[in-house]
């Protein structure tokens, strides 16, 4: 298995004893770019001001069929949540370990499955909502990027049929490049073992590409937004 | 291998395919619905040919120091865990999960979308080794239920309509007819959630590496990469070599782009980073998670400077969805693991190029691939040069004596002016056999008029005209 490895290594140094062309016709002189210095410029512009990331972040949810509620304070976050729970008639609910997220499940009184390090996955299959934290919104894609730390392991954000979020409002976040930015500001030396932009409920178009949500993970994703 | 050549299984299908306007039509509909969603999204940059460039800039480095950032991802891989394995070839690679497959006594395997996987035929062996194996993505289950590989490597199964995909499941799982493709998801989501609970293997491909930080990640929009990652107590990825990235915040501008040009969404639903095996502080996640780096010849197309740049592909599908070839012959006419344009530059490459060099003739050389492709490939003109290339190879033949004939010809001004006199005589006679076995233009007549031939040669009118 070892000499693969040298034998594949081998054949890649002999491979690259002949240089290949610069793309674009650029001068070889140039230093080349890297995407992940240079990105920000060409992707889609996102504004200064927070307001209208806001705004972005809100258009983009409705174009991805995610339901954002923006909440006054967390009692209006829990009388929010009480009233989906209701609506769907939830019979049980999963969340983790950390304060938003326990506090919240907490408060709909349902029974609560907790994702500590002996949970059982097959009860995770049988809740009806999963309630994450996470680590940031982003207002360029409307995505919530959790990680493995933030959002309770792997499972819990994509295995129940609903997924709830529950976001500060000081996460939202510009663009990718500012994710990944704030990605190695925390983690750095020290990644999950799972890092999700989830952008939008599971979807799929391969029948004809018709769009249908719920493929595989949650038919819904709810963000709820707390000062 | 397979049974009949690839050159003639190519010429029966696309002719049969081509000739099939239903199956045109239910392309030119999926097509159309793609540059329709596609369009917005690529103006939505704030310059996308930047971002191109950018993008081939940074998958230039990736590649032409390939050794070191493998040796990188190898390093901080291993830190945390994760077990990498190299494969050359295909055996290699099924000796490999074989044996992990034995090692923890498994029975079933369940595997989200993993086109390396067609590459080694991953999915017969382990079948015929009495492993369960099943397909997760939708497209990909439906395919597997066929017997068939994928159609597109993005869409697996756009060539069906929801009425053939209705009868398939009914066929195999004995649902009852419907032609709500909210309902024939949901068939296939209830199906696979009972297998995810009980396989003891999950199964997933990557769409890039991350060198720096010793990540896959795993770009989807239905959640069954996630699922597969999350619940088995065993995953293991194969990928092939190429797929390097130098930096965590690469993946910035390639998972926008992949998303714009793969499907026409800003970002696809789940675009998943995974670095390493369930960690101690951590709830879930496989035990032990193993990363297969599958080179299967493409160390052979990196050895070719003029066309190394074939392997930038992050596997968007653009280049199909665009080319004027695929709409009309379709996906499997191909016979091959990466079909359209893409396909027909690298799998001379990776699977021999006499074998496959009619792939590059397949083409209209009209350039919309190289146009569209996010990271720039040279896709045309590598058309070109297979043509090239495969002649330079293997000349001879009775072609290679045509040319010579004609060249003679040519360079002969007597010999040039009897032919074209003679040519002008009998073509009247032409029609006569025109089409049948008897025409030496037969390739050309069956299905088109030759041009007419002018009155007189421009030489002729020039000698003769008045004044």
């Keep these: 298995m070892n000499t693969e490895r040298e034998n594949i290594l081998g054949r890649i140094g002999e491979a690259l004893r002949l240089t290949a062309p610069q793309p674009g016709h650029r001068d070889p002189a140039e230093p080349l770019r890297t995407a992940a210095t240079a990105a920000r410029e060409w992707l889609p512009v996102v504004e200064e001001q927070t307001e209208s990331r806001w705004a972005l972040f809100a258009r983009k949810s409705v174009e991805l069929k995610t339901t954002l509620v923006l909440c006054d304070s967390p009692s209006d976050a829990t009388t929010k949540l009480l009233e989906i729970g209701r609506a769907e008639n939830w019979q049980r609910v999963a969340c983790h370990g950390k304060a938003a997220a326990a506090n919240l499940a907490a408060s709909l009184g349902l029974p609560t499955v907790n994702t500590t390090p002996s949970y059982n996955m097959a009860e995770l299959e049988s809740c009806d909502a999963g309630i994450t934290e996470c680590d940031a919104l982003v207002a360029q894609t409307g995505s919530v990027l959790l990680t493995s730390r933030s959002g309770g392991g792997r499972a819990l954000s994509v295995l129940p049929p609903h997924h709830i979020v529950i976001a500060r409002r000081d996460q939202l976040v510009p663009d990718l490049p500012a994710a990944y930015a704030q990605l190695h500001a925390t983690y750095g030396g020290r990644w999950p073992s799972l890092i999700a932009f989830i952008t939008g409920p599971s979807r799929t178009g391969d029948i004809e590409r018709i769009l249908v949500l719920g493929a595989h993970g949650p038919k819904k994703l709810t963000i709820l937004v707390v000062p | ?467």
């Design chain 2, 1 to 467: 291998m397979s049974s009949p050549l690839p050159l003639s299984q190519f010429k029966r299908d696309a002719t049969r395919l081509s000739a099939d306007l239903t199956h045109r039509e239910r392309l030119q509909t999926a097509m159309g619905k793609y540059q329709a969603s596609r369009q917005p999204q690529q103006a939505a940059f704030h310059d996308w040919q930047q971002a191109r460039q950018v993008a081939a800039e940074t998958k230039w480095d990736a590649l032409n120091h390939l050794d070191v950032y493998l040796k990188e991802f190898e390093k901080n891989a291993t830190a945390r865990g994760t077990r990498v394995h190299w494969a050359s070839n295909s055996e290699q690679a099924r000796e490999i999960i074989v044996d992990l497959l034995k090692k923890h006594g498994a029975k079933s395997v369940i595997k989200s979308k993993v086109m390396t996987s067609e590459e080694i035929h991953l999915n017969a062996l382990l079948e015929k080794l009495g492993y369960s194996v099943v397909e997760s993505d939708l497209g990909e289950y439906i395919q597997q239920l066929r017997g068939e590989g994928p159609y597109h490597f993005v869409f697996p199964c756009m060539h069906l309509s929801r009425a053939e995909i209705s009868d398939l499941f009914t066929e195999h799982l004995g649902t009852a007819t419907t032609h709500d493709p909210e309902e024939l998801t949901m068939i296939a989501r209830r199906v696979l959630r009972e297998k995810y609970i009980t396989a003891d293997v999950g199964f997933t491909g990557a769409n890039f590496i991350v060198a720096e930080t010793g990540m896959i990640s795993i770009t989807e929009n239905e959640g069954n990469a996630r699922l597969t990652a999350a619940l088995p107590r065993v995953m293991i990825s194969l990928v092939g070599i190429e797929k390097v990235v130098p930096r965590l915040a690469d993946l910035a501008l390639f998972l926008p782009m992949l998303a714009t040009a793969g499907t026409g969404q800003p970002l696809t639903c789940y675009n998943s980073m995974y670095g390493g095996p369930r960690q101690p502080d951590e709830c879930d996640g496989p035990e032990e998670w193993h990363v297969i780096l599958l080179d299967n010849h493409r160390t052979r197309l990196l050895a070719d400077p003029e066309q190394r740049d074939a392997l930038h592909c992050i596997r968007c599908g653009a280049c199909l969805n665009v080319c004027p070839i695929f709409k009309n012959i379709g996906g499997h006419s191909y016979g091959t693991t990466y079909q359209g344009p893409i396909g027909a530059v690298i799998t001379p490459h990776l699977r021999g190029v006499q074998d496959w060099k009619h792939l590059s003739s397949a083409s209209s050389l009209c350039g919309a691939c190289t146009e569209t492709c996010p990271v720039k490939i040279d896709l045309h003109h590598h058309l070109l040069q297979q043509r090239r290339n495969a002649v330079a190879q293997k000349r001879g033949g009775l072609e290679g004596l045509l040319w010579k004939a004609f060249a003679f010809c040519m360079n002969q001004p007597v010999i040039y002016r009897t032919m074209t006199k003679m040519g002008r005589w009998t073509r009247p006679l032409h029609r006569w056999i025109q089409g049948s076995w008897l025409d030496p233009a037969r390739a050309w007549t069956r299905t088109r008029e030759l041009p007419p031939l002018p009155a007189e040669t421009f030489k002729d009118f020039w000698r003769n005209r008045k004044g």
